[in-house]
């Protein structure tokens, strides 16, 4: 499975260390709120409020260099249109990783 980095805020911040801080304080920030909104609309089966918390999601995995993981959450997310949960597993390893490397900071 691949890892989070930050390759990608490093190629916008261009150098400037406060650009860099801001990208990552926002993700320690959103990403938790996020993970949580997202857990919640699960356990009601809210499948509308799933699909928004996993579109939200899929932007941090992006900005954290996952790939492959960002293909899967919108896998995931078209899935949750039809009312179906074709892929939650690894989407939640994808959340697990980062929360994982997030602890490092």
Request: hydrophobic share 30%; proline share 2%; aromatic share 10%.
């Amino acid at each position: 499975m691949e890892q989070p980095n930050l390759h990608y805020i490093e190629q916008l911040a261009r150098g400037d260390e406060s650009v860099r801080k801001t990208l990552i304080d926002v993700i320690l920030t959103e990403f938790p709120e996020e993970q949580k909104e997202y857990y919640e609309s699960l356990k009601k089966k809210d499948y509308k409020k799933i699909e928004e918390n996993v579109h939200k999601l899929k932007h941090k995995i992006s900005i954290l260099g996952l790939e492959k993981s960002y293909e899967l959450a919108n896998s995931y997310e078209h899935n949750l249109r039809e009312k179906s949960l074709k892929g939650q597993q690894d989407f939640e390893q994808i959340l697990r990783s980062i929360t994982t490397y997030l602890k490092t900071f």
